[in-house]
């Protein structure tokens, strides 16, 4: 397993915008496919965004396409969520995961997770 630290949440205006990180020491980072998971309170957890190891592939999920981007600079063992145009809906302790070759797209199919920063968008 890698330790991956989240940072960048905050609160923020509806319409507003924030840059999520997720980095990591472990070299081995570069070799893991990331996503991006979101969990308000009383609800599941939700995947948002996930990029392969590489960043030839990106995912998304269908309520934030057009508004969150996601990224990587594995020289810098990070991986960035840039997400404009936020929505009261999109209030949530966003997290991210790691696997070298996770089986699909659920928390479940990553083996390494940070403690997520908080996300809060105001009306």
């Known amino acids: 397993q890698v330790q991956l630290v989240e940072s960048g949440g905050g609160l923020v205006q509806a319409g507003g915008s924030l840059r999520l990180s997720c980095s990591a020491s472990?070299?081995?980072?570069?070799?893991?496919?990331i996503a991006w998971f979101r969990q308000a309170p009383g609800k599941e957890a939700e995947f948002v965004a996930a990029?392969?190891?590489?960043?030839?592939?990106?995912y998304y999920a269908d309520s934030v396409k057009g508004r969150f981007a996601i990224s990587r600079d594995n020289a810098k063992n990070t991986v960035y969520m840039q997400m404009n145009s936020l929505k009261p809906d999109d209030t949530a302790l966003y997290y991210c995961?790691?696997?070298?070759?996770?089986?699909?797209?659920?928390?479940?199919?990553?083996?390494?997770r940070g403690q997520g920063t908080q996300v809060t968008v105001s009306s």
């Open positions: 995961a790691g696997d070298p070759r996770p089986a699909g797209l659920s928390p479940s199919d990553f083996n390494s």
């Open positions: 990029i392969t190891w590489s960043g030839a592939n990106t």
């Open positions: 472990e070299r081995t980072f570069s070799t893991l496919d």
